[in-house]
């Protein structure tokens, strides 16, 4: 569950597949046109702040050093997450 609030906090790309058919004259369905897309599905607040309170128990758990790295891995998702909002724009 963790993992899932987690992408959803931090923002993801769905594919999505549009196909259009048609039945021809015997009643068979035919593939006429396909298309294939990208949608990215922005950060979610309120993922984020239950993500957070979830970890928050393993965050006060944590060293000085590891409190730091995850702020860097965080700060590094954060910076990847804007960048894809600017190249979906």
């Not at 196909?19 to 593939?31: A, M």
């Not at 309170?53 to 954060?78: G, Y």
Request: glycine share 4%.
């Amino acid at each position: 569950m963790i993992e899932v609030l987690y992408k959803k906090a931090k923002g993801y790309d769905v594919e999505e597949i549009n196909r259009e058919y048609v039945y021809d004259d015997d009643g068979t369905k035919r593939l006429i046109k396909e298309k294939t897309s990208v949608r990215h599905i922005p950060p979610d607040l309120s993922a984020l702040k239950a993500y957070m309170e979830l970890k928050d128990s393993e965050l006060t758990k944590m060293s000085n050093e590891e409190l730091e790295k995850e702020k860097k891995r965080l700060l590094k998702e954060l910076k990847k997450s804007k960048e894809g909002e600017k190249k979906n724009q």
